[in-house]
């Protein structure tokens, strides 16, 4: 069974509508209720940048920080994670200039990225933002992927930025009419080779994914059946170094349409997530809304079970109001199924009720106008 990761203490300053907030944790999962608007999903997010990336909401960091406070804002936690006890801290400070990063620190020491965290947890989540996921562009699809494949590949997200600063820098010398040979082959160039490694490891996802969910059993969620198409489809079983000369090639070749596009036309980041409900065997976007819930929250219940298996250790799971559209039941079955992970899971919901058959497993707070209430357990 894969070890456990866990939060000891979250504290916040002058995060979203928190001028300060402190919880005190003890392992279990974390049950926060509360009516709407009262800063239930803020608290999610704030353990959400406890990991690599912008955190659930993808939220542009300055609107971060509470409204009228002098500075940024910061995020402490306590957590026992994949290298032991650890002290982590995040945030931005007060900057005169428009550029605006993210810095953190881990035990006293400032980190050269936000990737180190990933050395000491993963942090999953499902929020109800996600629910048109199967609907919605491909754009958030692809997002979506890559958000999968960074919890076990850490350098995913530095190709993902490096290629799209390369192709930004490609379209904008095609829109200019600068068809320089030696500058264009040069981008072209990195951009094979980071398309490609791009390509490959979402490729590798999603294998790993079917072999999991083909031996995973009954579950009372459906089983996602999960395909790329858009790239080099049905190529990705040649070796690298093949891929990358035909995807120059393409690159080469395409430049007069690319620039009268205006934009890229070929490469990774047109690929799109396909997803089908194996049982019914229905593309998800045209099974009920009840149905898609059902196939994310076995799709990402799923990568967890993935990241424990390949790490040893339970990611934290982030659930914004995940009980609020199932039955009894399959809430009950999802409990179960969260806690037999071995980590620990943040949830949040307005009735208290509807996680009663969390019991014991659980601390519960209530939240209420900026503030957080330790309840007893159910």
């Given at each position: ?15 979203r509508n928190y001028a300060h907030a ?62 032991g006890e650890v002290a982590v801290g ?289």
């Open positions: 069974m894969a070890q456990k990761t866990s939060l000891s203490r979250l504290k916040l300053t002058d995060f402190a919880l005190a944790l003890d392992g279990r999962h974390v049950v926060l209720t509360g009516e709407n608007g009262a800063g239930k999903t803020n608290l999610l997010e704030a353990v959400s940048f406890l990991s690599p990336g912008r955190g659930l909401r993808r939220a542009v960091l300055a609107d971060v920080t509470r409204v009228g406070a002098p500075g940024g804002f910061t995020i402490f936690a306590d957590l026992d994670g994949m290298e995040t945030g931005i400070e007060p900057n005169e200039s428009e550029t605006v990063s993210r810095k953190l620190r881990i035990n006293g020491t400032p980190a050269k990225s936000t990737e180190e965290i990933s050395d000491h947890l993963s942090v999953l989540w499902l929020t109800p933002a996600m629910d048109g996921l199967f609907t919605g562009p491909s754009a958030d699809r692809r997002r979506f992927l890559d958000r999968l494949v960074l919890s076990l590949d850490h350098g995913h997200g530095r190709r993902a930025g490096d290629f799209e600063r390369a192709m930004r820098s490609r379209n904008r010398l095609l829109s200019e009419g600068r068809f320089d040979p030696a500058w264009l082959s040069a981008i072209e160039a990195q951009m094979a080779g980071l398309g490609i490694a791009m390509a490959a490891a979402r490729h590798e996802m999603l294998g790993l994914l079917r072999r999991l969910s083909a031996g995973s059993g009954d579950t009372p969620f459906p089983t996602p059946v999960l395909a790329l198409e858009g790239f080099l489809d049905g190529a990705m079983d040649r070796p690298a170094a093949d891929l990358e000369e035909e995807y120059l090639e393409m690159l080469r070749t395409s430049r007069g349409r690319d620039a009268s596009a205006g934009r890229t036309l070929d490469g990774p980041h047109r690929s799109d997530l396909l997803v089908r409900h194996r049982e019914k065997d229905m593309d998800a976007a045209r099974c009920s809304t009840g149905e898609q819930k059902a196939l994310l929250i076995g799709l990402v219940l799923a990568h967890a079970r993935l990241t424990a298996d390949m790490t040893g250790y339970a990611p934290i799971l982030l659930l914004d109001e995940i009980a609020a559209h199932l039955d009894e039941g399959r809430r009950a079955a999802l409990f179960d199924l969260v806690h037999g992970l071995g980590g620990q899971a943040f949830m949040t919901g307005t009735d208290r009720h509807m996680f009663s058959a969390l019991a014991d497993r659980a601390q519960f707070f209530t939240v209420a106008h900026g503030g957080i209430t330790a309840e007893p357990s159910a």
